[in-house]
Nanobody
Framework: QVRIVESGGELVQPGGSVRLSCTIS??????????MGWYRRAPGKERELIVR???????EYADWAEARYIISKDDAKNTLTLQWISVRPDDAAVYYC?????????WGQGTQVTVSP
């Protein structure tokens, strides 16, 4: 069974920066063979994809997302990161990582980003 743990969410001021991480573990799970993605769920909205990275490292953004998000991965550590600067109030959300397409039963708890002066 795959286990996903996100971390790094915090209270951040508008204009600040955020760096999120997630670690994926599981018996027999080969992180390097999967496309991965970062998702978010803003208050009152559905969870949505922000950006994804193929197993070969190709990056694609959701139509609404801007290239200000930087996604990276470390196959040796089974870790995916997401960082961005110029945080805005509408960045406030719970952020999740998962495979892409997502594994429906693998969602972690997510990590909360709160934006406030």
């Amino acid at each position: 069974q795959v286990r996903i743990v996100e971390s790094g969410g915090e209270l951040v001021q508008p204009g600040g920066s955020v760096r999120l991480s997630c670690t994926i573990s599981g018996r027999g799970f080969d992180f390097s063979k999967y496309g991965m993605g970062w998702y978010r769920r803003a208050p009152g909205k559905e969870r949505e994809l922000i950006v994804r990275m193929s197993s070969r490292g190709k990056v694609e953004y959701a139509d609404w997302a801007e290239a200000r998000y930087i996604i990276s991965k470390d196959d040796a550590k089974n870790t995916l990161t997401l960082q961005w600067i110029s945080v805005r109030p509408d960045d406030a959300a719970v952020y999740y990582c998962n495979m892409h397409p997502p594994c429906p039963d693998c969602w972690g708890q997510g990590t909360q980003v709160t934006v406030s002066p």
